[in-house]
T-cell receptor, first 118, second 111 residues
């Protein structure tokens, strides 16, 4: 099946620094990628929809200036957590759908990136 | 968008059939029904999808009644490795694959 890869899988940073997480579709072109956040023992919460070549669409309550999303190519989307604080510590997961997206719900998820802000 | 609802947790034993039901009362006409499995510290993995009636693949079956307001994921003869959280996220039609996750069901399979 299709493969989506995230990097890094784990990152620890100091409060106030910025962290970039990459999401790559390895064997298909992803016109649309999605970014989720998951706190311990909780479900995935959709943060934003990343569209190749255009601005991301953020969900209500997600600060677009804090969580910068760039989707510069059909195989790469990046999430940058700017000026990270301990409350931003979470598991960040991306998913991707192929050209044209999907209406049937079959998406491919990355392995996730665990961010710990000290 | 309304989220789906599921039992928070379920226990089972190896070799048993497990059925997990999801309520999606506000499902739209064109929405598909999907199920995902998630292990700790991993991204979710697609299990099965359907629109109506019954769908079966190599790992599970999905039963959808005529009104489509609920669905049941059936896992035949579970093993310890099936211990995971199972989700039935909403997949709004024509939104490129956006998934709206509810709480999920934590399945614990015991020996």
């Amino acid at each position: 099946g299709a493969v989506v890869s995230q990097h890094p899988s784990r990152v620890i940073c100091k409060s106030g620094t910025s962290v970039k997480i990459e999401c790559r579709s390895l064997d298909f072109q992803a016109t649309t990628m999605f970014w989720y956040r998951q706190f311990p023992k909780q479900s995935l919460m959709l943060m934003a929809t990343s569209n190749e070549g255009s601005k991301a669409t953020y969900e209500q309550g997600v600060e677009k200036d804090k969580f910068l999303i760039n989707h510069a190519s059909l195989t790469l989307s990046t999430l940058t957590v700017t000026s990270a604080h301990p409350e931003d510590s979470s598991f960040y997961i991306c998913s991707a759908s192929g050209s044209g997206g999907t209406n049937t719900g079959e998406l491919f998820f990355g392995e996730g990136s665990r961010l710990t802000v000290l | 968008l309304a989220k789906t609802t599921q039992p928070i947790s379920m226990d089972s034993y190896e070799g048993q059939e497990v059925n997990i039901t999801c309520s999606h009362n506000n499902i739209a006409t064109n929405d598909y029904i999907t199920w995902y499995q998630q292990f700790p510290s991993q991204g979710p993995r697609f299990i099965i999808q359907g629109y109506k009636t019954k769908v079966t693949n190599e790992v599970a079956s999905l039963f959808i009644p005529a009104d489509r307001k609920s669905s049941t994921l059936s896992l035949p003869r579970v093993s310890l490795s099936d211990t995971a959280v199972y989700y039935c996220p909403r997949c709004p039609y024509n939104q490129g694959g956006k998934l709206i996750f509810g709480q999920g069901t934590e399945l614990s399979v015991k020996p």
